[in-house]
């Protein structure tokens, strides 16, 4: 029963949709996923036993330096972190990746290990900067209207946008 349990955890580990590696203290990968493989370009072969700064910005940059701010922070409190940073997949495509890094203690506080869950959210940060844009887009153009009274409502009620037109027709001034 264990045994099934244990097969079953690498399995599901193996296939997540997420970046997944453990590290020694030190750095080194002991443990990746499929995934860690398909972004890299590199088999699990060729990364264990390197150093996972290596494995993920295999050339020196800003990224990294970001990145190893970060570990070494959950490092010295022994406290989970988690944030946004960008690495290289290896087709030369810039990822945005949402990191969650955990470091893991024996009961007398030191440290085991890392773990490391990093979701792949560039498509939801692409799609955040076009509705940005398409909103940005559309004040442009509503604010230049002056013949209409437009102005738009949430919907609990209230005024949202209130045009030069609407101003000019009611009196009412934006705030």
Known sequence: MAQNLE??????????????????????????????EEVTGKPKEKIIG???????????????????????????????????????DSSGNERTIYWNITPLVT????????LFLGNDISLSKERENSFRNIDETLKNILLNIKEYALYTINPMGNITYYGMGAEAMFGWKRS
């Open 7 to 36: 097969n079953s955890i690498c399995s599901v580990l193996e296939k997540a949709n997420a970046l997944i590696f453990y590290t020694d203290p030190k750095g080194k990968l002991l443990m990746c996923n499929k995934q860690l």
């Open 50 to 88: 390197s150093d996972c700064l290596k494995v993920i910005f295999p050339h020196a940059s800003i990224k990294e330096q970001v990145f190893k701010a970060m570990v070494d922070d959950a490092i010295k409190f022994k406290r989970p972190g988690n944030f946004e940073g960008a690495l290289v």
């Open 107 to 114: 009961d007398n506080r030191d440290l085991e290990g890392m």
